[in-house]
């Protein structure tokens, strides 16, 4: 079966569950799985009831799909995603977009848990992603371009929603939230960033480093949906503490701030 006959197949799969199709969608990075359970008139999808969905298998990621509702509109989180670390390829990795795409998703919110990189941040503090630089070493559209997905050359000037990063920076203004703007930069991981990596990526622009949300967003805009992308800033990255870094850590800091982050994602979802 073709890779797009699979996404069709969750895509109608997702359908036949839910009364209505959000139009928004929300991809929950590491320890921010919370606000899928916020979600009203809730209908629960673990991933292994969803045909050809991959399974995560990292710890703070539950691995399921919930459509409801939140500030008067439909929306369906992803609690859970995989990536490319775990040893998947780009399709897989964008295999939820791709699906959210077909099933009718317009706005997509991909959220994630990364280092800080710029020493003006504060650990805890959430980040609207402005842009973002790939240092992956790989794209999510190499190979054979399915045109009913998306054109082969998309434009990427515009990746995150100017749009969109201005309704976040009101919804967080509503919340007294402090909202800094900067660059993302994914690397594949899984283990973190060398100190002398981290002045690398600094030198280049980088404001936060992670290693997920850019392979979704460029799926997503081949597919021409509106993306906002946020990064709670869970950890200061390497180097810039005297002290090591683990996942505990990143696990930790994205419980502690979940209240103003589902506050935060309501008062965007209410604006869009
Ligand atoms: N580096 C890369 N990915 C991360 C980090 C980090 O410091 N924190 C959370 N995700």
Known sequence: MSYYDQVKEASDAIRARVRDVPQIAVVLGSGLGDFATSLADAVTMPYGDLPHWP?????????????????????????????????????????????????????????????????????????????????????????????????????????????????????????????????YVALVGPSYETPAEIRYLRAIGADAVGMSTVPEAIAARHMKMEVLGLSCITNMAAGVLPRPLDHAEVMETARRIRGQFIALLEGVIGQI
């Open 55 to 183: 399974a995560s298998r990292v710890i703070g990621h539950d691995g399921k799909l919930v459509v409801g509702r939140t500030a008067g509109k439909d929306v369906a989180a992803l609690a859970g995603r995989v990536h490319a670390y775990e040893g998947h390829d780009l399709a897989t990795v964008t295999f939820a977009v791709r699906v959210l795409g077909l099933l009718g998703v317009r706005t997509l919110i991909l959220t994630n848990a990364a280092g800080g990189v710029n020493t003006g941040f504060s650990q805890g503090a959430l980040m609207v992603i402005d842009d973002h630089i790939n240092l992956m070493g790989q794209n999510p559209l190499v190979g054979a371009n399915d045109e009913r997905f998306g054109e082969r050359f998309p434009d990427m000037t515009e990746v995150y929603s100017a749009r969109l990063r201005a309704i976040a920076d009101r919804a967080g203004k509503g919340i007294d939230l402090l909202l800094p703007h900067g660059i």
